[in-house]
């Protein structure tokens, strides 16, 4: 099963002010690794480089420096029928919203289950997916009928679809209700004691504290703390 390993990962951007031609690290010197399995919090002030970070792990962006290994294999190289593959190993919910605007849930889930090849069992998997987020009824609602929760949890459930070995949530949690926040740490909790690795970057230092799991901490693109049974604001 999929074992992540980052080495000496950066990730570099032009300055936002276009006379400025120098380039920043969004994440510096990445070095870890993340087994098949575990549930792990990321977590780092706004620009702290979290997303930059899923957006490596899950092949979305390519490192400028070193190397993203997915099972032993640097991901650079998949590509073709192995990038469908790579496609496959993650199940992402990124942190702004990429529900289509002008399609039905259902026929946003469809898109995504067909997109993953799931072809004539898609709207079977859609409805599944549904259930599993606690959200039957909406299947016919367009993206603006929903309430922020809602919405992220149709996210979480288009994420689902073709049962990834690994979810990357960026900020999934951000701005709901501690009920739905609550329910969702649930659901997640439940599909790791499955099996699924969970990586998710969150403010949401309540929760990981009472849930008590790996800790990486970012600070200016860096790896600042990495701890297991860790706690919000953990860096040893
Ligand atoms: P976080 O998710 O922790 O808030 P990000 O990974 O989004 O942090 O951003 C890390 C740094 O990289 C920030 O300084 C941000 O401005 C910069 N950055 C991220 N994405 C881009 C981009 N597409 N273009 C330019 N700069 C970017
Ligand atoms: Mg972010």
Same mark, same amino acid.
Not at 12 to 39: C, H, M, P, T, W
């Given at each position: 099963?999929? *074992?992540?390993?980052? *080495?000496?990962?950066? +990730?570099?951007?032009?300055?936002?002010?276009?006379?400025?031609?120098?380039?920043?690290?969004?994440?510096?010197?990445?070095?870890?690794?993340?087994?098949?399995?575990?549930?792990?919090?990321?977590?780092?002030?706004?620009?702290?480089?979290?997303?930059?970070?899923? +957006?490596?792990?899950?092949? !979305?962006?390519?490192?400028?420096?070193?190397?993203?290994?997915?099972?032993?294999?640097?991901?650079?190289?998949?590509?073709?029928?192995?990038?469908?593959?790579?496609?496959?190993?993650?199940?992402?919910?990124?942190? !702004?919203?990429?529900?289509?605007?002008?399609?039905?849930?259902? !026929? &946003?889930?469809?898109?995504?289950?067909?997109?993953?090849?799931?072809?004539?069992?898609?709207?079977?998997?859609?409805?599944?997916?549904?259930?599993?987020?606690?959200?039957?009824?909406?299947?016919?609602?367009?993206?603006?009928?929903?309430?922020?929760?809602?919405?992220?949890?149709?996210?979480?459930?288009?994420?689902?679809?073709?049962?990834?070995?690994?979810?990357?949530?960026? !900020?999934?949690?951000? &701005?709901?209700?501690?009920?739905?926040?609550?329910?969702?740490?649930?659901?997640?909790?439940?599909?790791?004691?499955?099996?699924?690795?969970?990586?998710?970057?969150?403010?949401?230092?309540?929760?990981?504290?009472?849930?008590?799991?790996?800790?990486?901490?970012?600070?200016?693109?860096?790896?600042?703390?990495?701890?297991?049974?860790?706690?919000?604001?953990?860096?040893?």
């Amino acid at each position: 099963m999929p *074992e992540i390993r980052l *080495e000496n990962t950066s +990730k570099l951007y032009k300055a936002e002010d276009k006379r400025d031609k120098r380039k920043y690290y969004a994440v510096r010197e990445l070095n870890l690794s993340i087994n098949q399995g575990e549930f792990v919090f990321l977590i780092g002030s706004s620009g702290a480089g979290k997303s930059t970070m899923l +957006k490596l792990i899950g092949g !979305e962006i390519s490192p400028d420096e070193g190397t993203v290994f997915v099972d032993n294999v640097n991901i650079a190289r998949y590509f073709g029928p192995w990038k469908a593959r790579l496609n496959r190993t993650f199940g992402i919910v990124s942190q !702004e919203s990429r529900l289509i605007r002008k399609r039905t849930v259902m !026929e &946003n889930l469809m898109v995504a289950a067909r997109a993953s090849g799931l072809q004539r069992k898609s709207r079977a998997a859609a409805e599944k997916a549904l259930g599993l987020v606690g959200l039957p009824d909406v299947e016919a609602c367009y993206p603006a009928q929903l309430s922020i929760g809602e919405a992220r949890r149709v996210e979480l459930a288009r994420s689902l679809l073709s049962s990834p070995p690994i979810l990357l949530l960026d !900020e999934l949690t951000a &701005n709901l209700d501690d009920d739905t926040i609550w329910d969702i740490i649930h659901l997640l909790n439940e599909l790791n004691s499955r099996g699924t690795t969970i990586i998710m970057a969150t403010h949401a230092s309540q929760y990981v504290n009472i849930m008590r799991r790996r800790v990486i901490t970012l600070v200016d693109g860096r790896l600042f703390g990495d701890v297991k049974n860790g706690k919000y604001g953990d860096i040893v």
